[in-house]
């Protein structure tokens, strides 16, 4: 899952790297502020503790294993921000030392791992907890659907970004980096982690969460305290909904379709470049992604014209989404009878 | 298929336990190692770390920069050389650069051989309704793409097997870390190793308590529960180590000794490297 050195072009990891540094930026400020003094070896022991929990091999339900990125859980437990630097800094002490995951690649992988999972698992786990107690059984479904949706996003990143590799850096058909198109990266990136890798997360980040609830409930209680230390968990959620929902027009270019508008020679042969020996997995495929050719649309629209529309219909999911998350916030509701025996 | 008793016993073997232990025990190995490569005598690893950083740095980047296929693998096999001049053992750089993640992308890669499109060079086939066809494009892009991670593997081989990760560390500030973002990594990585050490008792101790099978729910309960004794345990030393620091004299502010001093032997070194990499890519723009 750590994106190594030569798969994407110095282009994209460039661009990876200047979206991680505002929020290492601003988690350090954030840190400084609440840690003062103390910064130094909690972010060190933070770090060594994320790095340590990506070494469990866990087990997962049909006799296999996985690791997990515990991202999320270090979001729940230490804070979002603490979450950032921490497995930040596992990530890039993989890369200089370990040799996990490139150098080049340090920024996506940060991006990805450490900036896009813990705040997706966080802010998700924030919906849906509401204002429960910190030790209630509400709290673990919220950190366990947190996990599997933040774990999920930073798989679908990866593979849009090893997706649109040979779409922009192709040369006459032969793909510079990773050579599988997005139709192929991102089934590839999404199925693993829709079940074993998505499995682990979960597994780990709730039983980890419920080990914390049992054993030292001070740790939640405190964090619970120090609320205000987290960013707006909705306005983040929204936050980042809307940067999924700007990304959906690379849809487009999986699909091809409308690449022909363009007219181009250059492009034309950036769509011959999708493969034609697929026809037999495309059917496949088309299963969990569905075709994204959008039938409304009229043959003619164009590129501007469909990107639009594809940013609407990923307005549209989104809101169910959220319809769905508030919705499990009300059928979730503690009853005023039990909210007593809840809150002692 | 039905499973014989010798294969479902190495099956049971190999279970989540064992796995984390070899794990563990993989990564000590792998870094012990790499610091004993890097404390010996070799051209490599007598260059200042400052230059060395940023040289491979330039390198990472035109190795990710060109475009023409020669030119990656003479790099590549440039490298290898280097490795071999630097008196790195052979079987060393070849598990390093030749297995791990280029076999990794290797595998990767092999699907990619029947789906990119371009002039038919030969087809397998047909086996039932499926015919795989491989184009010429395709091996292109599979050597491109193979050459490209195995030159950019062995440079950051290179660069940790020749460097004390101290040094490493130190050398970081050439590019403008914060001192606070190197001392973190720095104390981190040391503490990486007592952690490692703690799960690795973690998993024996449990490897020697059990006997027999254990269901899956208490398997995910235990492993759950050792994250969070390791969490637990990692607060109280951060608070632990923070006032070991005061009591000498940690006042907040991170503080350096630079020790670092660039010989002529390094500046020869830059400049040679930033020639011929500057050749390369000078090279690959003309092609």
């Not at chain 2, 970081?172 to 001392?183: A, E, K, N, Y």
Request: hydrophobic content about 55%.
């Amino acid at each position: 899952m750590h994106i190594p050195d030569g798969y994407i072009s110095p282009a994209t990891a460039l661009a990876f790297y200047g979206a991680v540094l505002p929020f290492w930026w601003a988690a350090g400020q954030r840190l400084k502020r609440v840690l003062t003094g103390q910064l130094v070896p909690a972010l060190a022991l933070f770090s060594a503790f994320t790095f340590a929990i990506m070494m469990f091999n866990i087990p997962v339900p049909g006799g296999t294993t996985a690791h997990a990125v515990g991202g999320t859980l270090a979001a729940v437990v230490l804070g979002p921000w603490a979450a950032i630097i921490s497995v930040s800094v596992a990530l890039i002490i993989q890369a200089l030392f370990f040799g996990d995951g490139g150098i080049t690649a340090i920024g996506a992988n940060c991006f990805i791992l450490g900036v896009a999972l813990p705040l997706t698992g966080y802010g998700v786990y924030r919906l849906v907890s509401g204002r429960s107690d910190p030790l209630s059984r509400r709290r673990l479904l919220a950190a366990a659907i947190g996990a599997y949706v933040g774990i999920n996003v930073a798989g679908l990143l990866v593979g849009l970004a090893l997706g649109i590799q040979p779409i922009f850096w192709s040369e006459n058909g032969r793909a510079l980096y990773s050579p599988y198109g997005l139709r192929e990266a991102v089934p590839a990136m999404l199925i693993p982690h829709l079940t074993i890798a998505g499995a682990a997360e979960v597994i780990a980040t709730v039983f980890g969460l419920a080990y914390v609830q049992r054993a030292h409930p001070e740790l939640l209680e405190r964090r619970a305290a120090t609320a205000r230390v987290a960013p707006s968990a909705r306005r983040l959620t929204l936050a980042i909904f809307v940067l999924l929902a700007l990304f959906s027009p690379l849809g487009l270019l999986a699909t091809g379709s409308a690449w022909g508008e363009w007219g181009s020679d250059e492009l034309a042969q950036r769509v011959g470049y999708v493969p034609r020996g697929l026809e037999e997995l495309e059917s496949l495929w088309s299963a969990p992604l569905p075709d994204y050719t959008l039938p409304w649309m009229s043959e003619t629209a164009s590129f501007a014209e469909q990107a639009l529309a594809y940013i609407l219909s990923a307005i549209v999911g989104i809101a169910l989404i959220f319809a769905t998350a508030f919705a499990l916030r009300i059928l979730l509701r503690p009853r005023q009878g039990q909210q007593a025996t809840a809150g002692g | 298929m039905t499973a014989s008793p010798t294969s479902r016993r190495r099956r049971a073997r190999k279970s989540f336990v064992e796995r984390t232990i070899t794990g563990v025990g993989a990564a000590i190995e792998q870094t012990v190692y790499a610091e004993t490569y890097a404390r010996q005598d070799g051209f490599l690893q007598r260059v200042d770390p400052r230059a060395k950083v940023g040289l491979f740095a330039l390198a990472l980047l035109v190795t990710g920069l060109v475009h023409d296929l020669p030119l990656l693998a003479g790099l590549w096999l440039g490298l290898l050389g280097l490795g071999i001049a630097t008196r790195l053992p052979f079987r060393v750089i070849a598990v390093r650069t030749m297995l791990g993640v280029p076999l990794f992308t290797g595998l990767i890669a092999l699907p990619a051989l029947f789906l990119v499109d371009g002039r038919s060079l030969f087809t397998i086939g047909p086996v039932g309704s499926i015919t795989l066809t491989v184009s010429d494009q395709a091996v292109l892009s599979v050597a491109t793409f193979l050459l490209r991670v195995s030159a950019s593997v062995t440079l950051a081989a290179l660069l940790v097997l020749t460097t004390r990760w101290a040094d490493l560390l130190k050398a970081l500030r050439i590019f403008r870390v914060p001192d606070v973002f190197v001392i973190v990594l720095g104390m981190t990585y040391r503490y990486v190793f007592l952690l490692l050490r703690l799960i690795e008792n973690l998993f024996l101790g449990r490897a020697s308590r059990t006997v027999g099978r254990t269901s899956s729910g208490e398997q995910r309960r235990w492993v759950g529960a050792s994250m969070g004794t390791l969490m637990s345990r990692s607060l109280k030393m951060s608070n632990d180590v923070y006032a070991a620091m005061v009591a000498r004299g940690f006042s907040g502010d991170v503080r350096t000794l630079a020790t670092f001093r660039m010989r002529d032997e390094d500046w020869l070194f830059v400049s040679l490297g930033v020639a011929l990499l500057g050749l390369a890519w000078l090279v690959d723009l003309s092609r």
